[in-house]
Each structure stands twice: as C-alpha cells, then as structure tokens.
C-alpha cells in the first residue's frame, strides 16, 4: 500500500457504457495525475490537478473526463471508449506540480484501474 | 519535449548476477526518477536522483546531470527484481504555465531467473 488508492483494480465495459475510475490519496499531497499505460508504450500524461485545479491535459480526447473535487480525491469518467482505449490507467500524486524546489514532485502511484473495452 | 531513452529493453538474468540499466535524456532536467513496476503494475517510486549517487541496499543509482544520464545498478540479483524499470525526468509542462510533468522512458524489462 503506498498510500495512493485506486478503483476498481479491473473493469470490463462496453464501447456504449459509461464508467469511473477512482482514486484517493492519503499523503497529503495537493497534486495529482493520470497516466495511462498502454502495451508497448510509455507512461503517457493525461491530466495534471494541482490545489483542486487542471494545470495539464495532454490532448486527451474528450470521452475521458477527469473530476477533482478535491485534493485528495481524483476521478475519471468514462463513456463511448473505443478499443484502442483498454490500458492501464495509474494515478499519482505529488506535494505540488507547479514547484521546481526539491522533492515537490516526486510521484507516488497508485497500484493502477487495468481497463478492457470490448 | 525531452526524449527520455532507456537501454537494454530487455535483460534476463541469472540470481545473483549484477547489471546496470541506462537513461539518457535530450536535455537539462530539473530531477529524475528511478521507479521499478512489478508484475501486477504497481509503481514503486526507487531513486529521486537529479545528480550525484545514491545507494539503497541492493540498489544504487548515479545521475551525471552534465552529461544527461542516469545509471542504475543492481547486485546480486532477486527473482523479486524481475518486473520493468523506468526512468522518469521531470520538465516543464505543455500548458506553459509554472506546472512541472514527469516525462518516462519506455523501460528495461528485467528478468531474473532462480
């Protein structure tokens, strides 16, 4: 357990379902992340929360939705995913993503929300 | 934004045998990160190296941030190290605002065998 508490741990969904993925951290941190993991690739960026506010969208498209009601709670809402979309999706979080001082970003992940869209 | 490339994509090692995984990057860095993911996906966050050498029982890394990379070694090797290392270099955000990202490399595969 690092402190970092991701669900569900696997989801199935259809192409037409609307989902969510969770995450919570309990570290104290104000910054948090979504990563994406797919097979053969690195770790992509998705979404960047700091203090509660987006900093970052890496060009996601919009059937990924991200909610950050505060900041120790992120969510992912899903709907009409394709495919392609099944992947591992981790979640991270950091003191603060907007400081260069040392240690502030430092991430500590989650233990990810492996998802299969069929 | 900065390339981030790891060496050897693979490696399979007998238990107990050493090795060292590289990290090159394409440009200065404000730190880096060594993290191991095990076979389940979890990430587990090893080394914050941004220069200099740093040891962890097994474990050592050393970062020469002037020459823009970053080893990792690993003695006496664990069928428990298998799993896939990244490294992970932090810079400046698309959003061009203050927001720093952590940007991975596709990692080295690490096999140990008993």
């Known amino acids: 357990e690092t402190g970092v508490t991701q669900t569900p741990r696997h989801l199935v969904m259809g192409m037409t379902n609307k989902k969510s993925l969770k995450c919570e951290q309990h570290?104290?941190?104000?910054?948090m992340y979504w990563y994406k993991q797919s097979a053969k690739k690195p770790l992509e960026l998705m979404f960047v929360?700091?203090?509660?506010?987006?900093?970052e969208n890496n060009s996601v498209p919009s059937r990924f939705s991200p909610e950050c009601p505060n900041s120790s709670h992120l969510f992912l809402h899903l709907h009409t995913l394709q495919p392609e979309d099944s992947a591992l999706y981790l979640c991270?979080?950091?003191?603060?993503?907007?400081?260069?001082?040392?240690?502030?970003?430092?991430?500590?992940f989650g233990a990810g929300s492996r998802l299969t869209v069929l | 934004g900065i390339q981030v490339e790891q060496s050897p994509p693979d490696l399979i090692l007998q238990e107990g045998a050493n090795s060292t995984l590289r990290c090159n990057f394409s440009?200065?860095?404000?730190?880096l990160q060594w993290f191991h993911q095990n076979p389940w996906g979890q990430l587990i966050n090893l080394f914050y190296?941004?220069?200099g050498t740093k040891q962890n029982g097994r474990l050592s890394a050393t970062t020469v941030a002037t020459e823009r990379y970053s080893l990792l070694y690993i003695s006496s090797s664990q069928t428990t190290d298998s799993g896939v290392y990244f490294c992970?270099?932090?810079?400046?955000?698309?959003?061009?605002?203050?927001?720093?990202?952590?940007?991975f490399g596709k990692g080295t595969l690490l096999t140990v065998n008993p």
């Open positions: 991270a979080s950091s003191q603060d993503s907007t400081s260069g001082r040392w240690g502030a970003n430092v991430l500590t």
């Open positions: 570290l104290g941190h104000n910054a």
């Open positions: 929360y700091n203090f509660k506010e987006q900093t």
């Open positions: 440009d200065s860095v404000n730190n």
């Open positions: 190296i941004p220069s």
């Open positions: 992970a270099v932090v810079e400046r955000g698309n959003s061009g605002g203050s927001n720093y990202k952590l940007t």
